[in-house]
């Protein structure tokens, strides 16, 4: 699978769960609904209960349970979104889309911050230089 697609997956995916405790769980539902709607109508209604059950599996779970088990239930939709994008790459620009202007936005609305893990690669030739950061802010200056 291309690296893009699988952070997209990943990202997608930790985010979807990440949202569904909270009071913007709606959105994380629309979101999803969406993109197996337009993608996988036949599987719409299924994934739809999936993710419902997850959202009681999470709101039923302990504050220190929580934690471990938000983690292992964004692995099972980063899964399901690796799937889905590997059968219909086209959906990418879909979920991309989501992720942008619905997800995110919703996340933060709700004072969370990212957790997770940041995968960044670079290749640098000649004398070119690479600047990254994973979180955060990045300030770089000249040479003196």
Avoid at 54 to 63: G, M, N
Wanted: hydrophobic content about 40%.
């Amino acid at each position: 699978m291309d690296p893009q697609l699988w952070a997209l997956a990943n990202t997608a995916g930790t985010t979807v769960v990440a949202l569904l405790a909270t009071d913007a769980w709606s959105t994380a539902k629309s979101a999803v609904d969406t993109v197996w709607r337009r993608f996988h109508p036949e599987r719409a209604e299924v994934v739809e209960a999936e993710l419902v059950d997850t959202r009681a599996d999470l709101v039923a779970a302990s504050e220190e349970d929580r934690s471990a088990l938000e983690a292992e239930l964004a692995q099972q939709w980063q899964h399901r979104l690796r799937r889905l994008l590997t059968h219909d790459p086209e959906a990418a620009v879909a979920l991309r889309r989501l992720l942008d202007d619905d997800l995110v936005p919703a996340l933060r609305a709700t004072g969370r911050t990212w957790r997770g893990d940041v995968t960044q690669r670079a290749t640098a030739s000649d004398h070119s230089r690479i600047y990254q950061v994973g979180q955060g802010d990045l300030h770089v200056r000249g040479d003196g």
